[in-house]
């Protein structure tokens, strides 16, 4: 599975917009890029995958570059609740298996 | 989406004792995967577990250490063996969906003395 890269940490002010970037270089064709996040003391929670075109659903939106090699997750108006640490993973669909990375630690402040 | 239930929450053992964790969906799932969080770190993939074969487990995870039970659709086991005080962590267990969703219990959050 490729390896994604993400910055440590980020804040962002509550109502503003949360862009949080992943880098993916070595993605293969057939992986998909998948966020989950994990708010303290509480299991990975799933918000969006996608192959190649943007998605969007209620939680959030997923802007991948045309080359793949990156991606950007947004939350488009933060609040307190969505501090908690947010994954990006690549792999294969329907295998089931998360290789994790150290993520970013997402803090929204007031 | 899928409802996983853990057992227990949290436990405090004995080092060179064992606990066995459950997961149990509300759903049938073909596999469940176990996962690993120690203190401060991200998640590790432990083994994933289909029903009716053994399960398959990820660089430097044994069997002799996580033996794994997956008697069912709709249930599994991980049983943590001969503890140590570096095997204190949360075990998680993960099922996915036909929409290539994962779903996690709430992790049993395990200290070893």
């Known amino acids: 599975d490729a390896k994604t890269t993400q910055p440590t940490s980020m804040d962002c002010a509550e109502g503003r917009a949360a862009n949080l970037p992943c880098n993916h270089s070595?993605?293969?064709?057939?992986?998909?890029v998948y966020w989950y996040r994990q708010i303290h003391s509480q299991g990975p929670q799933y918000i969006i995958h996608g192959l190649k075109n943007n998605e969007t659903n209620e939680m959030a939106s997923l802007i991948i570059t045309e080359d793949r090699k990156s991606s950007t997750l947004i939350l488009p108006h933060a609040t307190l609740r969505d501090t908690a640490v947010y994954y990006c993973?690549?792999?294969?669909?329907?295998?089931?298996?998360?290789?994790f990375g150290q993520g970013t630690t997402l803090q929204v402040k007031p | 989406s899928a409802v996983i239930s853990q057992k227990p929450s949290r436990d405090i053992c004995q080092r060179g004792t064992s606990l066995t964790i459950q997961c149990q969906v509300d759903s049938q799932v073909t596999m469940m995967f176990w996962y690993r969080q120690q203190p401060g770190q991200s998640l590790t993939l432990i083994a994933t577990a289909n029903q009716g074969s053994e399960a398959t487990y990820e660089s430097g995870f044994v069997i002799d250490k996580f033996p794994i039970s997956r008697p069912n659709l709709t249930f599994s086991t991980l049983t943590v063996s001969n503890m140590s005080p570096e095997d204190s962590s949360i075990y998680l267990c993960?099922?996915?969906?036909?929409?290539?969703?994962?779903?996690f219990g709430q992790g049993t959050r395990l200290t070893v003395v």
């Open positions: 993960s099922v996915e969906d036909n929409r290539d969703e994962a779903f």
């Open positions: 993973i690549v792999g294969s669909s329907n295998t089931g298996k998360l290789i």
């Open positions: 070595t993605i293969s064709g057939n992986e998909y």
